[in-house]
């Protein structure tokens, strides 16, 4: 019976990270404050390693939706073989990875412990809350100069690279929060700086989990490997449904709906927490 408790809430945090890896409002702020409300019963080991692993299946869906456009070879007759418009996206990707690589090797097991907690998370979702309305506001008068990935130079690339970094020091920030403001200043489209954010993602991501299985050790008792599956199988089913819906919004509308919700999580997350721990 424990096991089965167990099992549901890996489906409950991959349905929370399938929903909020796309969305501008950091999935590992929500999963941090979810742990807070709904502990799962497994070591600290393991929790740390499942919170980044369960992100790879909501890349996943990225590939899936976007193959035709990250595969960087083409196998039909009268096309080149290699596909040269795609190997540069991935050279910027990679240019766009660098200071975050950096970050993951050198810093983040000394930073972790002491910022992936609720105040935190919870200050940055009100504070990246805030840059996304005057972000909105600086935008209006300046129209995208940039409306394709494929057109980004590699010098934007870096910089939304360094806007990604602070996603990865700070939990709450939210990488695609960070990432897409990061483009929209430099001159791109919502889609295109949606999309860009989606494809910095799979490297990425796909990196940390790795990482984090090698540091972890591939040791899974039973239950913690069904776990795994739960969660990261539910990510990438709930993000194909995301994906599609965040990028027909965008393409209608701003992200000040995000900006509020982001302003008032903060705020109900520091109010709970504050209370609760008056009250211990």
């Not at 489209?189 to 993602?201: C, D, G, H, I, K």
Request: proline letters at 4%; hydrophobic letters at 60%.
């Amino acid at each position: 019976m424990t096991a089965i408790i167990e099992y549901i809430k890996a489906f409950l945090y991959g349905v929370v990270e399938g929903i909020t890896e796309w969305l501008p409002v950091s999935s590992t702020g929500h999963l941090i404050l979810v742990e807070e409300l709904l502990p799962m019963q497994v070591s600290d080991s393991f929790w740390e390693m499942f919170l980044v692993v369960v992100q790879l299946g909501a890349i996943m869906a990225v590939v899936a939706l976007y193959w035709n456009q990250i595969f960087p070879f083409s196998f039909k007759k009268g096309e080149p073989f290699l596909r040269r418009d795609i190997w540069s996206l991935w050279f910027k990707i990679i240019i766009a990875c660098i200071p975050a690589c950096i970050y993951a090797f050198v810093l983040d097991d000394i930073v972790e412990p002491y910022l992936y907690n609720y105040i935190t998370v919870s200050v940055m979702l009100i504070v990246v809350g805030f840059v996304f309305l005057l972000a909105e506001d600086y935008l209006v008068k300046r129209p995208p100069t940039i409306t394709a990935t494929g057109a980004i130079t590699y010098k934007i690339a870096l910089f939304i690279g360094l806007f990604q970094l602070i996603a990865a020091i700070f939990p709450g920030t939210s990488r695609s929060g960070a990432t897409i403001i990061g483009g929209l200043l430099l001159g791109l489209s919502r889609t295109a700086a949606a999309e860009f954010t989606f494809f910095l993602a799979i490297p990425v991501m796909a990196g940390g989990s790795l990482l984090k299985l090698i540091k972890f050790g591939f040791a899974f008792t039973a239950t913690e490997a069904i776990i795994l599956i739960i969660g990261t199988l539910t990510a990438f089913l709930v993000s194909l449904v995301v994906i599609r819906f965040f990028m027909d919004y965008v393409k209608r509308k701003s992200f000040r709906v995000f900006a509020y919700y982001r302003i008032i999580l903060g705020v109900l997350v520091l109010l709970y927490f504050g209370i609760t721990s008056f009250l211990h």
